[in-house]
């Protein structure tokens, strides 16, 4: 019922509109145009609606839209008054559809009151329309086709909860949802960055992650060809990494690297650098992760603080991949850049030392733990918190040094300076021996 009475009072509106056109602002009867017009606002003035009510429908009757902007505006207050209180409901959706043809009419006749006429419309419809979604899903499309960014924000929210509910319905497809969304997304970032719009913004972010829509699944289904269809197009990938960067667990996936990658490459950061590093550390590709960490610390971008937090978790990830030789000069570096981060990368270097085998002689396959004490020790001093978890390793490092007998064999005593190389380290220290 709905669709016939709108398209029979848009058929209404196109020939209004020519005749206005064709015979003036007020119409073919202007004398009764503006008697009704004068009649009705008299009655609007003095808040007397009632008496206005009738005088208005004249007027709407024999006016054109072009004869007075506020016949249209008044009208919409006459109306929702009116659906206030209709108790039938084919009446009260008569007087509905009434309202929202009020604002196209609007819209139509004054172009600088489009904006505003329309939003008005989305405004009306998600007060009054409840129970047909296919209905609001298309009419707030149009509205948003129009009104792109000077879209009022609820009007976007109220959209993708009716496209929710057709795809719930299977009225919809998961993609025709995702593109609604990422379609309100692109208008948020065209509009004033101001606070009610950024709550608006978090809102329909909040609403499209826990509607489930964008599962994992549905998401790398969809954009896998379009990425193979258009490898280098930035809006694509853009949304890709927006998409399933916000999509619980799904970061660990070709799809999502490939997408960081290239916007990397067009556009590297110390952010996206460090990202990468994430993600290939997650798939367990060392030498890439190492490569992408380190890039992420010679950025030009890079804030000065983080470099050494960098430097630290560059040393953590290569001790844990074997890779002494690198884990040993970037904790050197961290201690050198951050005094906060120092008793941490002195730490790591002592167990470092500690874990190193070295080959030779009995003083040359024990020297490493010398120096593994020396950096513990500088450790505890730097960081108290510390103190527990270093001595305990002293205790247990200490047992390998050589016996004194072994030192003296090779003109070494304690107290003496000794250089050690070992496992593409280098380090001076004292020789120490078992009392």
Same mark, same amino acid.
């Given at each position: 019922?709905?669709?016939?009475?709108?398209?029979?009072?848009?058929? !209404?509106?196109?020939?209004?509109?020519?005749?206005?056109?064709?015979? !003036?602002?007020?119409?073919?009867?202007? #004398?009764?145009?503006?008697?009704?017009?004068?009649?009705?606002?008299?009655?609007?003035?003095?808040?007397?609606?009632?008496?206005?009510? &009738?005088?208005?429908?004249? +007027?709407?009757?024999?006016?054109?839209?072009?004869? /007075?902007?506020?016949?249209?505006?008044? !009208?919409?207050? *006459?109306?929702? @008054?009116?659906?206030?209180?209709?108790? =039938?409901? %084919?009446?009260?959706?008569?007087?509905? $559809?009434?309202?929202?043809?009020?604002? $196209?009419?609007?819209?139509?006749?004054?172009?600088?009151?489009?904006?505003?006429?329309?939003?008005?419309?989305?405004?009306?419809?998600?007060?009054?329309?409840?129970?047909?979604?296919?209905?609001?899903?298309?009419?707030?499309?149009?509205?948003?086709?129009?009104?792109?960014?000077?879209?009022?924000?609820?009007?976007?929210?109220? =959209?993708?909860?009716? %496209?929710?509910?057709?795809?719930?319905?299977?009225?919809?497809? +998961?993609?025709?949802?995702?593109?609604?969304?990422?379609?309100a997304i692109a208008m948020f970032e065209k509009m004033e960055q101001n606070d009610d719009n950024a709550r608006a913004k978090s809102d329909l972010e909040g609403l499209f992650i826990g509607s489930k829509v964008a599962s994992c699944e549905n998401l790398i289904s969809l954009f896998t060809p379009r990425?193979?269809?258009? &490898?280098?197009?930035?809006? *694509?990938?853009?949304?890709?990494?927006?998409? *399933?960067?916000?999509?619980?667990?799904?970061?660990?996936?070709? *799809?999502?690297?490939? #997408?960081?990658?290239?916007?990397?490459?067009?556009? &590297?950061?110390?952010?996206?650098?460090?990202?990468?590093?994430?993600?290939?550390?997650?798939?367990?590709?060392?030498?890439? +992760?190492?490569?992408?960490?380190?890039?992420?610390?010679?950025?030009?971008?890079?804030?000065?603080?983080?470099?050494?937090?960098?430097?630290?978790?560059?040393?953590?990830?290569?001790?844990?991949?074997g890779m002494n030789g690198k884990a040993f000069e970037a904790a050197k570096k961290a201690a050198e850049l951050s005094p906060a981060n120092a008793g941490k990368a002195y730490y790591l270097i002592g167990t470092i030392w500690g874990s190193t085998r070295c080959s030779g002689n009995e003083v040359t396959? /024990?020297?490493?733990?010398?120096?593994?004490?020396?950096?513990?020790?500088? %450790? @505890?001093? +730097?960081?108290?918190?510390?103190?527990?978890?270093?001595?305990?390793?002293? !205790?247990?490092?200490?047992?390998?040094? &050589?016996?004194? #007998? =072994?030192?003296?064999?090779?003109?070494?005593? $304690?107290?003496?300076?000794?250089?050690?190389n070992c496992g593409g380290m280098h380090a001076t220290t004292t020789v120490r021996t078992q009392k």
């Amino acid at each position: 019922m709905r669709k016939i009475t709108l398209a029979l009072l848009a058929i !209404g509106m196109a020939f209004i509109g020519t005749k206005a056109s064709a015979q !003036g602002k007020y119409g073919a009867d202007s #004398a009764e145009c503006i008697k009704y017009l004068s009649y009705y606002v008299e009655y609007y003035k003095t808040k007397n609606y009632e008496e206005a009510l &009738p005088n208005w429908r004249k +007027a709407y009757s024999v006016c054109p839209p072009t004869a /007075r902007e506020n016949m249209l505006i008044q !009208g919409s207050t *006459l109306m929702q @008054k009116e659906i206030a209180k209709a108790k =039938d409901p %084919a009446l009260r959706q008569a007087r509905i $559809d009434t309202l929202l043809t009020l604002q $196209d009419q609007r819209a139509a006749t004054y172009p600088k009151s489009k904006v505003k006429a329309l939003n008005n419309k989305g405004l009306y419809i998600a007060q009054y329309i409840k129970d047909d979604n296919k209905f609001i899903y298309d009419e707030l499309n149009k509205i948003i086709s129009e009104n792109q960014e000077q879209t009022l924000p609820n009007i976007f929210l109220l =959209d993708l909860n009716s %496209a929710i509910s057709l795809f719930k319905d299977d009225e919809l497809t +998961a993609e025709d949802v995702i593109n609604t969304y990422q379609n309100a997304i692109a208008m948020f970032e065209k509009m004033e960055q101001n606070d009610d719009n950024a709550r608006a913004k978090s809102d329909l972010e909040g609403l499209f992650i826990g509607s489930k829509v964008a599962s994992c699944e549905n998401l790398i289904s969809l954009f896998t060809p379009r990425l193979e269809a258009a &490898p280098e197009d930035m809006d *694509l990938i853009t949304n890709i990494v927006r998409m *399933l960067g916000s999509t619980e667990g799904c970061q660990n996936n070709d *799809l999502f690297l490939q #997408a960081v990658t290239t916007m990397h490459n067009n556009q &590297p950061s110390s952010n996206s650098a460090y990202y990468l590093y994430k993600l290939h550390s997650a798939k367990d590709n060392a030498e890439l +992760a190492v490569k992408y960490l380190e890039e992420a610390i010679a950025s030009e971008d890079i804030e000065e603080a983080s470099i050494a937090d960098y430097q630290l978790e560059l040393a953590t990830y290569c001790v844990k991949k074997g890779m002494n030789g690198k884990a040993f000069e970037a904790a050197k570096k961290a201690a050198e850049l951050s005094p906060a981060n120092a008793g941490k990368a002195y730490y790591l270097i002592g167990t470092i030392w500690g874990s190193t085998r070295c080959s030779g002689n009995e003083v040359t396959s /024990r020297a490493n733990y010398w120096v593994a004490i020396d950096y513990l020790q500088k %450790a @505890k001093a +730097a960081d108290s918190s510390l103190t527990e978890d270093c001595n305990s390793l002293i !205790g247990s490092y200490s047992v390998y040094f &050589p016996q004194k #007998a =072994d030192a003296f064999m090779y003109d070494l005593s $304690d107290g003496q300076s000794y250089t050690v190389n070992c496992g593409g380290m280098h380090a001076t220290t004292t020789v120490r021996t078992q009392k």
